[in-house]
């Protein structure tokens, strides 16, 4: 019989009221259930957001280095499980274990460091044009704030918007994505056990309509942090802002890797390959259009499709695999209707673009990483997000029509170049439409203490991670003092 986990709410271990669960499957093998998940409705979100609500004053009052001493001895519980966790990650998510183990080491480093800003200067003294008027500016938090996260960084994500939301003095209700809860369970499992004050974090798991718009509503909650999809973000926003609350959407992609005639080829397809499979292609920064230049465009594409057919796709426990399965049945079918459309558009396919059948593949939602060549800006696999790992390769006839292709979404997450050429790298980061820009490097692969967002339609509001992530959960008070009468 699969485990059991429960909500987390008011600092208990607590099942949903009307008592019914939801199977977390493993992609890579349907056969095995790896627990099983509150349903939750309207009305455990509701308590949640009550606990939360009545927790904040309290958790607040604590002095920010002591509320980051919570993240510090959590972090010191999760390193203590790390290759536990990264098996949990990779069975209710697919991702190779390497990759896994990797994201929750990253979700360690991001409590750090915010466990660190608990104790960090946090705001401005800013000299005064009055004489014996003292300045300066003080954080204040928000109160409750609802954290809404998707499945493809199940860790990650619910840490780097869990941690700067606790230590700047909010009380927070996350509900993580239905097809992967147990890694953010685990970060909620670590801060009870570091002690952390009942009602201080809370976490709810159940469908996104019934959970998701109870805590957009709810009256205490004054910021939602929404991590997923364009169309439930646009929807959120649209709940959100007529409760004037704060709102930060962080949402799909269609990024470009440019190659410019002077690179390395052996090095750019590398990171091809790296930026458009690795996790699948379910990463919001993956690459998936390379806009490569003509003079190189032949034999680059002939290293790219014989380093592609090399990756070995399988379960992702199993050592040497490249490339684990699509997320579930409907992400699937989302990758295969997208190969069909690009056929019918026109494209050419160089290779993939099949499910995986026999042996393993029978078990889970396995696809072939897939590339199609002769690919234009009209065409939907250049302009629509797949969200799996499906690669169009486009022609650029000079620099500046890589540009123009590059710019040509309306998403603007993340981009990267491939060249040596000092001039045309600067003129990309000028002019590129993203808000993540790497050079010699794949599109995917951030750092916990940089910022990160999007521009266009991929991002809304402030940055998340690094410093600026606490402009998101806190306010800014402004105090004028003057120090004689
Ligand atoms: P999704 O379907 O939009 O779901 C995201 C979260 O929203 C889940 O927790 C979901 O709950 C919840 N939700 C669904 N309907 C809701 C509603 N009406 N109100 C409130 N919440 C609701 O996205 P996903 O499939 O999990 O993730 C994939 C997408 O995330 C891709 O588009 C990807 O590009 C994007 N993403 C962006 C970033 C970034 O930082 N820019 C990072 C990672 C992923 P359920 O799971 O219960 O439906």
Redesign the pocket.
């Known amino acids: 019989m699969p485990e059991v986990y429960r909500n987390y709410i008011a600092g208990q271990w607590v099942e949903c009221k009307s008592k019914k669960t939801v199977p977390n499957v493993n992609p890579a093998n349907t056969d095995e259930t790896v627990g099983l998940f509150q349903s939750s409705a309207a009305e455990d979100a509701q308590a949640a957001c009550d606990a939360a609500a009545k927790a904040q004053p309290a958790w607040a009052g604590l002095p920010a280095p002591r509320r980051g001493e919570f993240l510090f001895k959590a972090a010191e519980i999760l390193e203590s499980r790390l290759d536990k966790l990264a098996e949990d990650m990779t069975r209710e998510e697919g991702k190779p274990l390497p990759e896994a183990k990797g994201e929750v080491k990253r979700a360690i480093n991001i409590f750090r460091y915010f466990g660190g800003e608990g104790a960090r200067a946090f705001s401005y003294q800013i000299p005064s044009e009055r004489d014996n008027v003292f300045c300066y500016t003080m954080r204040k938090p928000l109160g409750v704030v609802a954290l809404?996260?998707?499945?493809?960084?199940p860790s990650a994500?619910p840490a780097w918007k869990m941690a700067p939301a606790l230590v700047a003095g909010n009380t927070v209700v996350v509900?993580?994505?239905?097809?992967a809860p147990l890694s953010a369970y685990r970060l909620v499992e670590a801060l009870d056990e570091a002690g952390i004050s009942p009602g201080a974090i809370n976490y709810v798991t159940?469908?996104?309509?019934a959970?998701?718009?109870t805590?957009?509503d709810h009256p205490a909650v004054r910021a939602v942090s929404?991590?997923?999809?364009?169309?439930?973000?646009g929807?959120?926003y649209e709940?959100v802002t007529r409760r004037r609350i704060r709102v930060q959407l962080?949402?799909?992609?269609k990024n470009p890797t440019v190659v410019l005639k002077d690179a390395d080829l052996d090095y750019a397809a590398d990171i091809l390959v790296n930026g458009a499979f690795f996790s699948t292609g379910?990463?919001?920064?993956a690459c998936s259009r390379a806009v490569i230049e003509k003079a190189i465009y032949e034999p680059l594409v002939e290293k790219l499709v014989a380093k592609t057919k090399k990756l070995k796709v399988g379960n992702g426990l199993e050592p040497g695999v490249g490339m684990g399965p699509a997320v579930d049945e409907s992400?699937l079918k989302t990758d295969l209707e997208y190969i069909e459309i690009a056929k019918k558009e026109g494209a050419k396919l160089l290779c993939g673009g099949n499910r995986l059948t026999g042996g393993i593949y029978d078990k889970g939602y396995f696809v072939e990483p897939t590339i199609f060549a002769g690919v234009t800006n009209e065409m939907r696999i250049a302009q629509e997000?797949v969200?799996g790992p499906v690669l169009a390769l486009m022609v650029a006839e000079d620099f500046d029509d890589a540009m123009r292709l590059a710019n040509s979404v309306r998403f603007g997450?993340s981009a990267s170049i491939v060249s040596r050429d000092l001039t045309r790298v600067h003129q990309f980061i000028n002019r590129i439409e993203a808000g993540l820009i790497t050079v010699n490097l794949p599109t995917a692969g951030v750092e916990y203490q940089l910022p990160?967002?999007?521009t266009k339609e991929?991002?809304f509001g402030m940055r998340?991670q690094g410093p600026l992530a606490l402009d998101f959960y806190t306010e800014t008070r402004t105090v004028y003092l003057k120090y004689t009468q």
């Open positions: 809404i996260t998707p499945w493809n960084f994500i509900k993580p994505a239905s097809l159940g469908g996104g309509g959970v998701g718009n805590l957009v929404f991590t997923g999809s364009c169309e439930v973000g929807k959120l709940r962080e949402m799909g992609g379910q990463k919001c920064t992400q997000e969200f997450l990160f967002g999007g991929s991002s998340e």
